[in-house]
């Protein structure tokens, strides 16, 4: 696949968040099916469930794991965790190797310290195309861009429980039916043609490490939702905009416009210093950042 056509297949109007933007109501459907879950007879570290979202091309499979850890009442040091802070949707990403090995849960300090490596051993010929490329990847994934409706998901699930000894044990995949869901579809051209210049993104495929940010960012939205409109007693219900997986993936791309030289590191720390959480790139910079790629409608 040429630049060109990488360039057309990529290319992409600045975004909105709003309620009548495009991506509200496929993050409403999406929050939504984790909503529905069958959680019956489930707790965070007793009895949990894993269901399968995503197997890549090279065999990678990626599960939700749930209930969380924010969905139990009382935190692992054993103090009560306040009402207002038990989000029972929680879930996380579970990522297993072709030969099933379980890769480590990752945080957002371990996907940005993968992309600052990952950013260290690419061709400098290739680095500025290569991270522009991906930072606009992230921007479509942030948008949900790239997210093609499923009428029925077809999966397998298994639970796992916690015994007192400390074991874990799985029971056998079983096959369910679940609801209609959004699935993130990335154009495999565009991923074969990153992966030709970096095959590997943290002991992952670039497919498996989109993926795994896809479900983390995908919690977020579920978190802040239910914070929004189960939680804060407001009056009226404030959708959440920006905030959850766009002001998440928003920050990976500021931190690849660090990298590209585009945004002063220190605007990046002096937002988690002022206790922020994320730093999300402004339009000005996503301009910059996705040069040729994101563009004024």
């Keep these: 696949m040429s630049t060109k056509d990488i360039k057309s297949t990529l290319a992409v109007p600045l975004s909105k968040s709003g309620k009548t933007s495009e991506s509200h109501d496929k993050r409403v459907k999406n929050i939504g099916w984790i909503e529905h879950l069958e959680r019956t007879g489930l707790e965070n570290r007793v009895k949990e469930r894993q269901t399968l979202i995503y197997t890549t091309s090279s065999g990678e499979r990626l599960f939700i794991q749930y209930p969380g850890k924010e969905s139990a009442k009382k935190k692992r040091n054993g103090k009560a965790r306040e009402d207002s802070a038990i989000r029972p949707w929680d879930f996380r990403p579970k990522l297993y190797s072709p030969e099933k090995k379980e890769h480590k849960d990752m945080t957002f300090g371990d996907i940005w310290a993968v992309i600052f490596k990952t950013s260290e051993i690419l061709d400098k010929n ?82 498996g490490f989109l993926f795994y940010n896809e479900l983390l960012i995908w919690n977020e939205d579920c ?37 590209l030289g585009d945004v002063p590191l220190s605007n990046i720390f002096n937002d988690f210093a002022n206790q922020k959480g994320v730093s999300p790139a402004p339009d000005d910079e996503i301009l910059s950042i996705c040069k040729d790629y994101v563009i004024l409608s």
């Design 126 to 207: 290739a680095k500025e195309e290569i991270l522009r490329m991906f930072a606009t990847i992230l921007y479509r994934m942030a948008f949900m861009h790239d997210y093609n409706e499923i009428n029925t998901f077809k999966t397998v699930e298994r639970d796992i429980t916690y015994e007192a000894d400390g074991s874990v044990l799985f029971s056998d995949e079983r096959e369910n039916e679940l609801p209609s869901l959004l699935k993130y579809v990335p154009n495999p051209q565009v991923l074969a043609h990153i992966t030709e210049n970096c095959s590997e993104w943290g002991q992952m495929s670039l497919e």
């Design 223 to 259: 978190k802040y939702y239910y914070r929004n409109y189960h939680v804060k007693n407001t009056g009226k219900p404030k959708w959440i905009n920006k905030t959850g997986r766009i002001n998440t993936l928003l920050t990976h791309i500021r931190i690849l416009g660090s990298i």
